[in-house]
């Protein structure tokens, strides 16, 4: 017996009498594997065979123009989810644009906290500006002290200047 090891998932197999120098096995995940790796290797040597296979789809879509409107006519379910996949597409290219985005309103200056909430948020890194909801909190009164006034508890607005 002349066993083989495949290449690809290193399981012992008998190579084909007709085909003597068999590296694969006859495994479907193996061989789909093998084409891939040729074709891959093919496209990257070869530029004829790299012009090809950029002409055939289309070709393929020039003597099929019809093809796309009708399919989405007969399946109106496949066209509802692709436009929901899409929607959460650009929702998820939105967050990642935003995610390193320091252009926006320093929040940490104001006298409010600001969290950003809701389900784009967790994605978010260092961003100040995001579609998101925004929950603003104030901070509890405090009571100023007793020998600082401030201007808005006199009645001409302007704190008497202090004495030297």
Same mark, same amino acid.
């Given at each position: 017996?002349?066993?083989?090891?495949?290449?690809?998932?290193?399981?012992?197999?008998?190579?084909?009498?007709?085909?003597?120098?068999?590296?694969?096995?006859?495994?479907?995940?193996?061989?789909?594997?093998?084409?891939?790796?040729?074709?891959?290797?093919?496209?990257?040597?070869?530029?004829?065979?790299?012009?090809?296979?950029?002409?055939?789809?289309?070709?393929?879509?020039?003597?099929?123009?019809?093809?796309?409107?009708?399919?989405?006519?007969?399946?109106?379910?496949?066209?509802?989810?692709?436009?929901?996949?899409?929607?959460?597409?650009?929702?998820?290219?939105?967050?990642?644009? $935003? #995610? @390193? %985005? *320091? /252009? !926006?309103?320093?929040?940490?200056?104001?006298?409010?906290? +600001?969290?950003?909430?809701?389900?784009?948020?967790?994605? $978010? #890194? @260092? %961003? *100040? /500006? !995001?579609?998101?909801?925004?929950?603003?909190?104030?901070? +509890?009164?405090?009571?100023?002290?007793?020998?600082?006034?401030?201007?808005?508890?006199?009645?001409?607005?302007?704190?008497?200047?202090?004495?030297?």
């Amino acid at each position: 017996m002349n066993d083989r090891l495949c290449r690809y998932c290193q399981q012992a197999f008998q190579p084909d009498p007709y085909h003597p120098q068999q590296r694969v096995c006859n495994q479907p995940a193996c061989q789909s594997q093998r084409r891939s790796d040729y074709h891959r290797q093919r496209i990257a040597t070869d530029p004829v065979y790299q012009q090809v296979c950029l002409d055939s789809p289309r070709k393929w879509r020039e003597t099929h123009r019809d093809y796309w409107r009708k399919y989405r006519q007969d399946h109106p379910q496949q066209v509802e989810r692709n436009r929901q996949q899409q929607q959460l597409r650009d929702q998820k290219r939105l967050v990642r644009n $935003l #995610a @390193n %985005n *320091n /252009l !926006a309103v320093d929040l940490t200056h104001f006298a409010v906290k +600001a969290w950003l909430l809701g389900t784009s948020a967790d994605d $978010l #890194a @260092n %961003n *100040n /500006l !995001a579609a998101a909801k925004l929950l603003i909190l104030q901070p +509890a009164r405090t009571i100023p002290a007793a020998g600082k006034a401030s201007c808005k508890q006199h009645p001409s607005g302007v704190a008497p200047a202090a004495s030297l």
